[in-house]
């Protein structure tokens, strides 16, 4: 997993973490402890990043205010053009070197 979908995610989640006690007013939520079995936190207790992205979309699906997006998708084709574009870029650095 990258390091900006993880920041995407921890973002999100933090965002609803701050919002709860608003949307508890109006729609069930389902809390962490609810999902995993345990707090957040809790001592000797890690939720996995599956368990996690489960989580995230059950809340998603749960309610209008969160939205899960995916980030980071590249299609191969880009990646391969991108990864000869970085082979030129080396290559000319090491004939001027």
Do not use: C, W
């Not at 345990?38 to 001592?43: A, N, R, S, T, V």
């Not at 992205?53 to 053009?81: C, D, F, H």
């Amino acid at each position: 997993m990258s390091h900006r979908r993880m920041n995407l995610v921890l973002i999100l989640f933090a965002g609803l973490l701050f919002r709860a006690a608003e949307f508890r007013a109006q729609v069930r939520i389902t809390s962490p402890k609810e999902q995993f079995g345990h707090e957040i936190g809790e001592d000797y207790f890690l939720a996995n990043y599956t368990q996690y992205e489960a989580y995230i979309k059950k809340l998603a699906q749960e309610s209008n205010r969160t939205t899960v997006i995916p980030v980071g998708k590249v299609r191969k084709a880009e990646q391969s053009a991108e990864a000869g574009g970085y082979r030129n870029i080396a290559a000319t650095r090491l004939q001027l070197g």
